[in-house]
Structures are given as C-alpha cells and as structure tokens.
C-alpha cells in the first residue's frame, strides 16, 4: 500500500492515455480502515456504559428536589425520608427558583400567591408545599430526623406561587410571566435560550414552515431546470448585472460627493462656516468615490482578462447541467445521505441523553439530591470521545456521499455513448465500499481532528470568559479563526481528492498530491470557476430563501386567526427562510460537486491524452474549444477567435 502512485500507473498512463476511471483497483488505506472499525468498537462500549448506567428519564420527566422522578414510583436516590417516594399521581414538575425548591405537583398552579408565608393556605390549596399529600408524611419524618435544611424545617412552602402551565409538551411548570419563565426555564431545564414566546410561535406556525420547506423543495427542482436550460443566460446576465453593479456605485458616490461639495462651496461663498459633520461627510464620500472607482476599475480589469475562463466555467457548468440530465438519480444522493446522517445523530444524541444523566445521587448541604458521576469513571475521556465520534462519523458518511457522486460524474465524463449508462451511482457506490473506505476515514478523521480542536478551543475559551487578560482572549480568539480557515482548506482538498481517488483508484495521499499538482496547473481556472459557482449557488440559494420567505409572510397575513395566534410573525418567517436554505443547500451540494468533478476530469482528460486515435479526447466539442490551439487543430476542431488573432 503506497501513499502516492506508483510508477506503473505513470507508464501505463503514458503510453495509452487516460481511457476512463481505473477498472484493477486494490484496497486503500487500510490501516485507516482498520482504525475506524476500532474506533467503532470503542463507541459500541462507550454507549454501552452509556445505557447501562444511564437513566435519560430525568429529562424527560424532571426529578425533584430528593431524586424522586415525576410520575413514577421511585426507589430511594439518597437516604431521605423524602426520596423514593410513588409519585404517579403527580407527573409536573414544580420549581421555585427563589428557594430551590422541586416538587413533582398534579397539576400546575393555575393562580398566583405573592408571599406565602403569609398566605400559606393559598399556596397549599394551589399543591406547591411540601404538606402536599405526595410529600407530608415523609416531610414530617424528615424534618424530625433532620434530614432537610433550617428553611424548609421552618416553612413547608416556597418564598411565592407562580401561575404556569405547561409548555411545548414538556412536563414542566413555566410561569406565563417573562421573568420568573426565564429563570424557571433556565433551572429547570438547563437551556439557555429561555425565550418562551419564540418557541410558542414556532409551535404554532409549524404548519406554515412545514408548507414553506415543501415550497423550497419545489422551488429547488425549479431553479435546476432553469440552469439546465438558461444556464449561460443566468451566469451571463449576473456577470453583466455585478459589472453595471460597480459602475453604478461609482457614479452614485460622485454624483452624491459632487452635490455636497457643491453645496459646501455655495455656504462658504455665503460667509457660512459649514458644519463639521457636513465637511468630515464630504471627505468621507470624497474617499468613499476613490474607493468604488479603484474597485470598479479592478474588477473591470479583472473581467476582462479572464474571460476566456470565465467562458470556461459557463461551459462546465452546461456540462454539469447535461450531465444530471442523464443521471437524475443523483438527486437523490441528498435525501439517503440525510437520512443516514439524522439517523446516527438520533443514536448520537441518545447516547448522550444517557452518557449526562449517568452517576448516583448524593446529598449537598440542603439534603437534597445531586447526580454525579464517580472520580474513577473516565466520563471526561467518554465525553470528548463521543464528540470525536460525533465530528468522525457524520464527515465519513458526507465524505462517502462526495466520492459516490464523484464517481457516478467520473462514469458518465468518461463514457462516449451516454445512452448506456445504467444504475452508475450504484455502482460508484459498491465500487467506493469495496475498495476505498479506508481513504474516506482517513480524510473525515483529518476534518474530525480539526473541528475536535476547533471544539476545544471553545470549550477554553468559555471557560476564560471571566478573565481580564487580553493576550489570552486575542489568542484564543486567532487559533479559532486559523483553525477554521484549515478547515475549509482542507474541506476542498479533500472534496477534490475524492474525485481524484474515483478516477484513478489511489489512495487518499496520492490523492492529494495528485489534486495539488492539477490545481495548481489550472491555479487560475480553479479560482475563476469557484468564484463563478459559489455567486451562481449563492444567488439560486437565495432566491429560493427569498420566495419562500415571501411566500410565508403573506400567507401569515392573509389567515386573521394565526396572525393573532403569533407573538412575532417574523419568527415563523425567519425558519421558514432557515429551512429553505438548508434544503437549497442540499440539492445544488450536487451542482457543486458535478461541477467540479467535471472540471477535474477535463484537467486530466487533457493531461493524459492528446486527441489523437491512440489517446482520443472523451471530453465535448464545448470543452475541447478551452484546449490550446495545437491541441484543438489535432483533434479537428476550429479554431477560436483568439488563435485565429494571434496567429
């Protein structure tokens, strides 16, 4: 197992060319492979433990000041006669942020009382005391054997009672008013994002972003069609609109400066003194002029000299557009993929549901119970290892869904008679699983290391919230910002090795080596053809975001009864947007990935081959006219207008 290519694949290449994607593959990466399985292993155990010594029911149902569960029949969590107590009549939990109280109660207050101690009656009538009959008898054998603190030995009730009532299904006792909610969500939950009326609307808009993500599904298979058909029209039409863009920025900066220096110049020659915010306003739009000209002329300049590549990205954008033309399967990568990916971050997030609910109680200096993990059971290590597993696993079934798609691409550049193409992303599929699950561990492990540091700098850095010094702050604060440009530097690089692994079967470090080599002989068409994408992505992206944002606002407004039902309509308008940006998002992924599949082939199509019969070009008449001249002129094509100047 070599880490670049060998010698052979140099010479074969050589001598007939780049005939289409490698057929003799061998494993790659083993060790990589065999490292991941490990890995797995590890998981298995680490969620084992999890579910054995876990109990996620304190989530769910909320736990009282004893470790008694809400709704349940309990065992003993501490030695108090207030804990294991049967509950099952009294499935809400209660809590009073004020003196710390939790009381499991059978229904939420429906009242208010301002000072119980003196109103007592009142409190115990609404069930928030400890004199509840869930709690009495065992209250009163408490207090005698001393097991409860000097304020509730004193007084049975909590400082107030709240009116509250249950909110988003959960079985918790939120207050309807601001304050006490915020805190009472914040206790009782651990959530720090208490605000109750963002989530109410969301709960009671659902159905307006739940018709908002199928509108952005529509508007999505709309958006490909139309770049399939008016491809070069729209990328065109947005290179012209950005040109007249900086133009029009240009005049209306002077045209704005000019009417203010004119007017300046008019109250001096009047005898006025011009105001100084007037004058530092002039000079600011003086600089602001110079600024958009010079920028103006750079992207003019620009332009200009990049047209032929800016020609070459409209070209393999019309291929990538011909291409999922004849493999609509493709979009159905994003489906399976997110499928897979909620369904191991379902399996995830119940492993950590029981992993932080794991430990024995104990008591703290109010008698009441505390869940904590022992000091001998690692739960720190199985902590930051779940995350890597959380960052590994969902970057390895990304990284596999690119190679796949990167194949079915490979399969159809590099086949003359499209006509015979049949289930070719299945085949990339089994073809990516056989022999180079070794390459995409060792590529997700490299994102997963990265976003894992990238975690613990976080974590640091709340941790030093609180501190003075700056030098700590501006480094933390830089080792974050480097490490994210790392990783979206190593997020391309891997997304092209891919593509690179699909058409010559190397392993991930040939891979590389190889992608740095094509992309840096293309340095200039790589950076015009990304610039290019990621604008026309960008656009599609937001148009689908803004129709659908739009869409909701009005259907908001014309339904009365869920107008008034909503605390903030821009809420419900603003998940809308949020979803249909994501779902965006993930059918012109597929766009982006054939498009650079694409550009790669043609690299290396024109690389290996020379448009002769021993090694014929597999690329189309609309990308071979992007080949230098002597090139075009052997393989029998016209030459451009450019050739024919320059000649």
């Known amino acids: 197992m070599s880490c670049c290519a060998g010698d052979e694949d140099a010479i074969l290449l050589e001598k007939e060319g780049l005939q289409g994607p490698t057929q003799n593959r061998r494993c790659r990466d083993i060790p990589c492979l065999l490292l991941y399985i490990v890995f797995w292993i590890g998981l298995i155990v680490v969620a084992g433990i999890a579910f054995s010594d876990g109990d996620p029911r304190r989530i769910v149902y909320g736990t009282d000041s004893w470790g008694n569960l809400c709704g349940e029949k309990n065992d003993a969590a501490i030695n108090s006669s207030l804990s294991g107590l049967d509950l099952t009549d009294y499935p809400k939990l209660y809590y009073d942020p004020d003196s710390d ?3 499991c109660v059978v229904d939420c207050p429906t009242s208010s009382v301002a000072d119980c101690s003196s109103n007592k009656t009142g409190c115990e009538a609404l069930g928030v005391c400890l004199s509840s009959p869930a709690y009495n008898a065992s209250y009163v054998a408490a207090v005698a054997n001393g097991q409860t603190s000097a304020r509730e030995a004193s007084d049975s009730c909590p400082d107030e009672a709240y009116a509250s009532n249950i909110r988003f299904g959960l079985r918790r006792c939120i207050s309807a008013e601001a304050a006490t909610a915020a805190a009472g969500a914040l206790k009782a939950f651990g959530d720090a994002t208490p605000a109750e009326e963002i989530m109410s609307d969301v709960v009671v808009g659902h159905r307006v972003i739940g018709l908002g993500a199928g509108l952005a599904v529509i508007l999505s298979f709309i958006v490909i069609i139309l770049m399939r058909c008016f491809g070069k029209i729209i990328i065109y039409g947005l290179v012209l609109m950005g040109l007249l863009g900086t133009l029009a ?5 002077y045209t704005r400066w000019k009417e203010l220096d004119d007017e300046l110049d008019e109250q001096r020659d009047a005898g006025f003194t011009p105001l ?10 003086y600089g602001a002029m110079i600024a958009a000209f010079v920028f103006t002329a750079v992207v003019w300049i620009i332009v200009i000299a990049l047209r032929d590549r800016i020609r070459l990205s409209v070209a393999i954008f019309e291929e990538a557009s011909s291409c999922l033309r004849n493999l609509p399967q493709l979009f159905l990568m994003p489906i399976w993929t997110n499928t897979i990916l909620v369904a191991y971050v379902a399996f995830w997030l119940a492993v950590y549901a029981y992993m932080i609910t794991r430990g024995d109680a104990a008591k703290d200096i109010n008698g009441h119970a505390v869940f904590q993990d022992s ?5 720190r290590q199985q902590y ?17 869904a690119q190679l796949t798609t990167a194949g079915a691409v490979v399969s159809w550049y590099f086949t003359r008679n499209k006509s015979d193409l049949s289930w070719v992303v299945t085949s990339s599929a089994k073809r990516g699983f056989r022999y180079h699950l070794g390459s995409v561990a060792f590529g997700s492990l490299i994102i997963a290391i990265i ?3 990238r975690a613990v700098l976080y974590y640091i850095k709340e941790r030093t919230k609180g501190s003075e010094n700056p030098v700590v702050k501006v480094v933390i604060r830089c080792c974050m910002c480097c490490f994210w440009c790392l990783e979206k530097f190593f997020e391309f690089i891997n997304k092209n090795a891919y593509i690179e692994i699909a058409i010559r079967g190397y392993s991930f470090c040939g891979a590389t080596a ?3 080599r094509v992309l840096g002989a293309n340095l200039l068409r790589v950076v015009t053809l990304n610039t290019v994408t990621t604008v026309i992505l960008f656009a599609c992206k937001m148009l689908v975001v803004a129709i659908s944002g739009i869409a909701s606002y009005y259907y908001i407004k014309n339904d009365e009864e869920l107008d008034a039902d909503l605390h903030y309509w821009g809420v419900v308008v603003f998940f809308v947007c949020f979803v249909a940006w994501f779902i965006a998002d ?3 992924e597929v766009y982006d990935m054939t498009i650079d599949t694409i550009f790669i082939c043609w690299a290396e199509d024109s690389d290996h081959n020379n448009g002769q019969e021993d090694k014929p070009y597999f690329m189309s008449n609309n990308l071979l006219k992007f080949m230098n001249a002597n090139a075009r002129n052997s393989a029998g094509v016209e030459p451009m207008d450019d050739d024919v100047e320059k000649e």
């Open 249 to 253: 920025l240009s005049v209306v900066t």
């Open 101 to 103: 109280l939790r009381l």
């Open 384 to 400: 930051w290892y779940l995350i890597l597993a959380l960052f590994w696993n969902t970057q390895f079934i990304l990284a596999f």
């Open 375 to 379: 000091e001998d059971s690692n739960y």
């Open 276 to 285: 100084d915010s007037d004058e530092r306003n002039e000079r600011f739009l």
């Open 451 to 453: 976003q894992l540091i």
């Open 514 to 516: 190889r992608v740095f």
């Open 586 to 588: 993930l059918f012109l």
